[in-house]
């Protein structure tokens, strides 16, 4: 019985096919793939909002007044516009300088015994919110390896909080400055690009991920 053997023009032929199914498939799995990491960022941001409210339903505040700025995590931040906001940027991108800022905020809700933060609000050192599983808490929370495993987002930058302070259940809308949010507290994250921007309409912000909408537009 003669065997059939595979001539050269048919074994291009199966690897054109199979390099086109691949180029097909491809942006499929990366669009899903990126949905996935939206999805997240959205969990996440749902739980640390769960954790701030909590934080308010305890103390009646989510930030501890000290004379005219106000701490949490023993970091003072300065109200505009009845809010205070967590996180800034440099340029485009999230400024490292506030990431152990961040750090410190994120503890008190969920480390408040941890030795890298001074306790602004959450005197009774109640735990709001579960550290990520690698998160180790022998360790100061600023901590390079504590860092990299407190509450980032997806593409691994910290999120962007802001925080009603005056009690009007008010914030000024970050991608409409013009706008309103009744709401006590909101977040986004930066999104696959890692970059946003403090203008509105500015192209960096367009895959912006916000807890108050589906999309930063």
């Known amino acids: 019985m003669n065997k059939h053997a595979f001539t050269l023009i048919e074994l291009l032929v199966v690897v054109g096919i199979i390099a086109i199914l691949a180029g097909l498939l491809t942006p499929a799995v990366i669009g899903a793939q990126q949905q996935g990491r939206i999805t997240q960022a959205k969990s996440d941001m749902?739980?640390?909002s769960l954790a701030l409210k909590g934080l308010d339903n305890t103390y009646n505040r989510m930030a501890y007044k000290d004379g005219t700025s106000y701490k949490l995590g023993n970091v003072s931040y300065t109200a505009a516009d009845g809010g205070i906001t967590i996180?800034?940027?440099s340029g485009n991108s999230y400024n490292k300088e506030k990431?152990?800022?961040y750090c410190k905020v994120i503890a008190e809700l969920s480390d408040p015994g941890n030795s890298g933060v001074t306790l602004s609000l959450n005197k009774r050192k109640m735990k709001f919110l579960d550290p990520r599983p690698e998160y180790d808490p022998t360790k100061s929370c600023t901590t390079a390896e504590n860092q990299k495993n407190t509450w980032l987002d997806p593409w691994g930058n910290p999120y962007m909080i802001r925080i009603n302070v005056d009690y009007s259940e008010q914030i000024v809308d970050p991608s409409d400055t013009g706008k309103k949010?009744?709401?006590?507290?909101?977040?986004?994250?930066?999104?696959?690009?890692?970059?946003?921007?403090?203008?509105?309409g500015d192209a960096t912000n367009n895959d912006n991920v916000c807890s108050w909408k589906d999309s930063w537009k």
């Open 181 to 200: 949010i009744a709401a006590k507290v909101i977040l986004w994250s930066l999104g696959p690009d890692g970059e946003g921007s403090d203008t509105a």
């Open 99 to 101: 990431i152990d800022d």
């Open 87 to 89: 996180g800034s940027l």
């Open 46 to 48: 749902a739980t640390i």
